[in-house]
């Protein structure tokens, strides 16, 4: 498997890495009853919440970018969702209104920004080399238990997250450090995140 990579590593790369491990572990392969192969898409801009629809589940961009796990986050959120598409209902909204409670209602400001925090993330794994990954993730599990769980589980609230980018930040080498500083100030996904934050910042002030 490629955790994330651009563009996407052809599955015939995939499969010869495979055969190569298997062969380095001492496991020989007897037969082959089927091949199964994937893509999953992952990061990218939320579903646009002016659509006469609500997106739901992978197609909602609920793809953890990290681990490409959804399955558990789009049951978490599904009572909400279906508790709001029932006030929708009852109140007899039009079409626009209705998607757009429900959209707004499994897209709170914080979790865009928790949102965007892991595209954060998944855009700077996929500019690193070899080298800096395995730098990045021995930092990364050198971080507080809760906090490199609660980053894989999507369960860090975004203030959560800022603490976590602080101690990843403090405790990385000076390469992943120069690689955060740049990716933030000059790759299209610091200017995303930011302004997820700015927005949140922005609504508690009212």
Same mark, same amino acid.
């Given at each position: 498997?490629?955790?994330?990579?651009?563009?996407?590593?052809?599955?015939?790369?995939?499969?010869?890495?495979?055969?190569?491990?298997?062969?380095?572990?001492?496991?020989?392969?007897?037969?082959?009853?089927?091949?199964?192969?994937?893509?999953?898409?992952?990061?990218?801009?939320?579903?646009?919440?002016?659509?006469?629809?609500?997106? &739901? /589940?992978?197609?909602?961009?609920?793809?953890?970018?990290?681990?490409?796990?959804?399955?558990?986050?789009? &049951?978490?959120?599904?009572?909400?969702?279906?508790?709001?598409?029932?006030?929708?209902?009852?109140?007899?909204?039009? =079409?626009?209104?209705?998607?757009?409670? =429900?959209?707004?209602?499994?897209?709170?400001?914080?979790?865009?920004?928790?949102?965007?925090?892991? =595209?954060?993330?998944?855009?700077?794994?996929?500019?690193?080399?070899?080298?800096?990954?395995?730098?990045?993730?021995?930092?990364?599990?050198? %971080?507080?238990?809760?906090?490199?769980?609660?980053?894989?589980?999507?369960?860090?609230?975004?203030?959560? %997250?800022?603490?976590?980018?602080?101690?990843?930040? =403090?405790?990385?080498?000076?390469?992943?450090?120069?690689?955060?500083?740049?990716?933030?100030?000059?790759?299209?996904?610091?200017?995303?995140?930011? /302004?997820?934050?700015?927005?949140?910042?922005?609504?508690?002030?009212?």
């Amino acid at each position: 498997t490629c955790l994330v990579a651009k563009p996407a590593l052809p599955f015939s790369v995939l499969k010869r890495r495979l055969e190569r491990r298997l062969a380095a572990s001492g496991v020989k392969v007897h037969t082959v009853h089927e091949e199964e192969w994937s893509y999953i898409p992952v990061g990218g801009p939320l579903p646009d919440g002016g659509q006469p629809l609500t997106a &739901f /589940g992978a197609a909602a961009n609920m793809v953890h970018p990290a681990t490409g796990y959804s399955v558990a986050r789009s &049951f978490g959120e599904a009572p909400g969702v279906a508790d709001a598409i029932a006030r929708a209902l009852r109140a007899k909204l039009p =079409v626009e209104a209705a998607a757009s409670q =429900v959209w707004n209602t499994l897209w709170p400001l914080e979790r865009r920004a928790q949102a965007a925090f892991h =595209v954060f993330g998944m855009e700077l794994l996929a500019g690193l080399d070899a080298q800096e990954t395995n730098s990045f993730f021995r930092t990364f599990f050198r %971080l507080p238990g809760p906090y490199w769980r609660g980053f894989l589980a999507s369960s860090l609230s975004p203030g959560q %997250l800022v603490v976590f980018a602080l101690l990843t930040f =403090v405790i990385a080498g000076v390469d992943i450090k120069t690689r955060l500083v740049a990716h933030l100030s000059t790759d299209p996904a610091g200017r995303y995140v930011l /302004g997820a934050y700015r927005a949140l910042l922005a609504r508690t002030k009212e």
